[in-house]
């Protein structure tokens, strides 16, 4: 069993940033390509962005492409998603979640076995 806890979110002002962070328990985190999801009132859960197991490859919605990074600390079983130039349409639940290891970064829901709570990130105009 894995369990993710994320941390970090609040309300932010757009042009603001926020870094998200995600960690993990149990001794697999290493193994895991990891990912952040968001979920807006009233829609589906979306891709944010996602980084394989060695965080060697990368991938992100284009929706926030060139403002987000995700990175990880295998030392730390901690995974990130630092969040710059915010912008209103950025509010929503962001959840961490972790799948089994991969070859390339994983953007479907169903490839993720493991969610954390959610942190809520409120980005004002």
């Known amino acids: 069993q894995v369990q993710l806890v994320e941390s970090g979110g609040g309300l932010v002002q757009a042009g603001g940033s926020l870094r998200l962070s995600c960690a993990t328990s149990g001794r697999t985190f290493s193994s895991r390509n990891m990912g952040w999801f968001r979920q807006a009132p009233g829609k589906e859960r979306e891709f944010v962005a996602s980084?394989?197991?060695?965080?060697?490859?990368?991938a992100y919605a284009d929706s926030v492409k060139g403002r987000f990074t995700i990175s990880r600390d295998n030392a730390k079983n901690t995974v990130y998603l630092q969040m710059n130039s915010l912008k209103p349409e950025d509010t929503a639940v962001y959840y961490c979640?972790?799948?089994?290891?991969?070859?390339?970064?994983?953007?479907?829901?169903?490839?993720?076995?493991?969610w954390g709570q959610g942190t809520q990130v409120t980005v004002s105009s």
């Open positions: 980084i394989t197991w060695n965080g060697g490859r990368f």
């Open positions: 979640a972790a799948s089994g290891s991969g070859l390339l970064p994983f953007r479907e829901t169903y490839e993720y076995d493991y």
